[in-house]
């Protein structure tokens, strides 16, 4: 294989063979193509695209780079991936949700991202939360408890560890071709029968527009239909934070409420959907409209409440022992009118600027602090009425966050509540 061939051929647009792109990823895991020659065709895939055949060639061979679950065969077994929001904390209920209701879901999830919050950091503010389960772990918990949420382990799509890492310092990560092979080949490496996407578009997600998000959310759906694995995309408004909390430790108290049986409309609303999505899938319901109704019947009943603490214990964390907060603080409004514009992604970044999440690599987080948005798009406020809380370590870090979320959230003259939180599903 001649590397500077395979670069000079997408370079000038042409398509790569399946058979070139397995070489080359296989050789790239194995230490064989050094990062500057791989940057430059990972850039060169940014810039020219890829078809479908090649994406789908692309998701195949990084998914072979490493290990693949296996299941016995009287097990469903499902999944939600999310593209990524603030304040998305729907994988804490929908994988004991789902188990509920009789989908096995060994949840392969990640860390914050940009200004994003990530599953794995929220979970650790229960103290002694384990996310670093080994292959055999996850197999024994989701078979015995029928949930694990846990990260991804050196043995499944190695490939996309290292590519990953390196387009993020090469200013590779926005192309859909490569995101769609990243979240792919580490999902089919869990092994699924369904799978449900929750692709966010909106001022805190990747993808700003819907057409954006249409275009990834059909890449997605196409190289999980060609692996025969059924999989659908809900495209997801995240314009505003989902739920009212947006940080670790708040988010895990948020998620608790639901599955409890009550907290935000628009999480429940949307967990219910994603849920509904791979229970049809799994021809566990009939409808979505049978899926949900049987999804409800798990809240209310406490099962899903029992099924998540079950999870929690076998991977060492504690559910009762306290969960701090650091010193709170009111931000409140400064005029009266319309909420009309929430810039979503400056929350997000608000949480990482109080220690919620990583500015570096290695970065420690502090579960403790978070901010509640009291106010969504289109409400009503008066001078003085409370827009949000933070929770900050310090008076400083409290006062700058109160004047980044009073930046974010723009009030006026006119009021609209935004699109509706579920926008297109794509099958
Ligand atoms: N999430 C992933 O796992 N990979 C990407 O490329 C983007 C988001």
Redesign the pocket.
Known sequence: MNVVQLITKKRDGGPLAGTEIRRLIAAYTLGEVPEYQMSAWAMAVFLRGMNDEETAALTEAMLESGTRLRWPAELVVGDK?S??GIGDKTSLILAPLLACCGVAVPMIS?RG?GATGGTLDKLEALPGFRTDLSLAEIRRQTEQIGCTITGATIDLAPA?RKL?AL?DVTAT???IP??????MS?KLAEGLKALVLDVKCGSGA?MRSAAEARLLAESLVAVGRRMSVRTTALISDMNQPLGRMVGNGVEVDEALEVLRNGGPADLVELTLELGAEVLVSAELAPTRKDAVALERKHLASGAVYEKFAAMIRAQGGDLDAPRPRASEMIVVADQRGYIMRIDAEALGWTIIELGGGRRQLGDPIDHAVGLELMARLGDEVRAGDPLARVWGRTHTDREAAAAAIREAVQIGEIGSTGPPLVLERIA
Do not use: E, Q
């Open positions: 991936h593209t990524g990640g991202l996309d990953y387009r990560v926005a192309s490569l995101i769609t092979a990243s979240i580490k990747f």
